[in-house]
């Protein structure tokens, strides 16, 4: 079945993320496999908004490793604590880094990489399973509106899927 994507046209993220999570849930919710979910939201944010990269990591024993992605190659295993990434799994939060070179520790795989946003993704009782993570050529690129909305497709739609 072909699926087609909505985007509201201008600048106005919010405006961008409020058409998109009817749109991912519809894509999400009659699927159970939980790769080609994270592949469609990985392709839904990486077309609406045009970052450099999006993608997950799943935890598996104490890295995190690469999942479904759009974008150039990505880092494939991250030590829990190590960089964005890891510091999201360790510290069990958001973290949006608006300038990459000021994070300490932050894994460089792209250097074209300039700002972050990483969401941990969680089970029922508080662990960790992934991380998406979405990185920007740009500096400041993420704030509290890219919160706020990557954190409800995470908790309301992803973290949901892992239980299926």
């Known amino acids: 079945m072909a699926e087609e994507l909505y985007i509201p ?11 998109l999570l009817p749109q991912i849930k519809s894509l999400t919710e009659h699927e159970s496999d939980l790769i080609a979910n994270l592949a469609n939201v990985t392709a839904v944010l990486k077309e609406a908004f045009n970052f450099f990269w999006v ?4 935890v598996k024993e104490e890295e995190l490793v690469l999942g479904p992605f759009q974008g150039p190659l990505a880092c494939t295993r991250i030590k829990k604590g190590k960089g964005v990434c890891g510091s999201a799994w360790r510290d069990k939060k958001t973290y949006v880094v608006p300038d990459v070179e000021q994070f300490p520790g932050h894994i ?7 700002s972050e946003i990483v969401i941990p993704l969680f089970t029922p009782d508080n662990n960790v399973w992934g991380v ?3 990185d920007s050529e740009l500096l400041n690129t993420f704030d509290y509106i890219d919160e ?3 954190e409800e497709i995470c908790y309301n739609i992803i973290s949901p899927l ?3």
Do not use: P, R, V
């Not at 046209?9 to 058409?19: F, L, R, S």
């Not at 993608?55 to 799943?58: N, P, R, V």
């Not at 460089?108 to 300039?114: P, T």
């Open 148 to 150: 706020k909305y990557l």
């Open 55 to 58: 993608g997950f990591y799943f």
């Open 9 to 19: 046209t201008g600048n106005d993220k919010e405006k961008i993320y409020t058409a």
């Open 108 to 114: 460089a795989c792209s250097s074209l990489s300039q």
């Open 162 to 164: 892992f239980l299926a």
């Open 132 to 134: 998406m993570d979405i």
